[in-house]
Nanobody, 115 residues
Framework: QVRLVESGGGLVQAGGSLRLSCAAS????????MGWYRQAPGKQRELVSR???????NYADSVKGRFTISRDNAKNTVYLQMNSLKPEDTAVYYC?????????WGQGTQVTVSS
């Protein structure tokens, strides 16, 4: 089981940027992939971005070109740089392995984008 702690969320105006961080309790180097998920009010949790152990990245169409995922295995940390934020990006953001581990969900970090 990996414990994950997300941080970096906040309130930002549309068009602004935020950088989320996800600190893992143990080495994530050996994990196949890590991902950032989000859950908006009244909606299901969705995977918005993933990064493989080798650094290959994938993005949901809704965030492609605006979000960048990265990982620092020496620091056991995964990042999500979010630019050109839109009100529809408002959600609680979580990190987890891909596919997710039910027991590894953290508290998430709230991102609110005002119009």
């Amino acid at each position: 089981q990996v414990r994950l702690v997300e941080s970096g969320g906040g309130l930002v105006q549309a068009g602004g940027s935020l950088r989320l961080s996800c600190a893992a309790s143990k080495s994530i180097f050996s994990m196949n992939a890590m991902g950032w998920y989000r859950q908006a009010p009244g909606k299901q949790r969705e995977l918005v971005s993933r990064i493989s152990g080798g650094g290959t990245t994938n993005y949901a169409d809704s965030v492609k070109g605006r979000f960048t995922i990265s990982r620092d295995n020496a620091k056991n940390t995964v990042y999500l740089q979010m630019n050109s934020l839109k009100p529809e990006d408002t959600a609680v953001y979580y990190c987890n392995v891909v596919p997710f581990s039910v027991s590894s969900w953290g508290q998430g970090t709230q991102v609110t984008v005002s119009s």
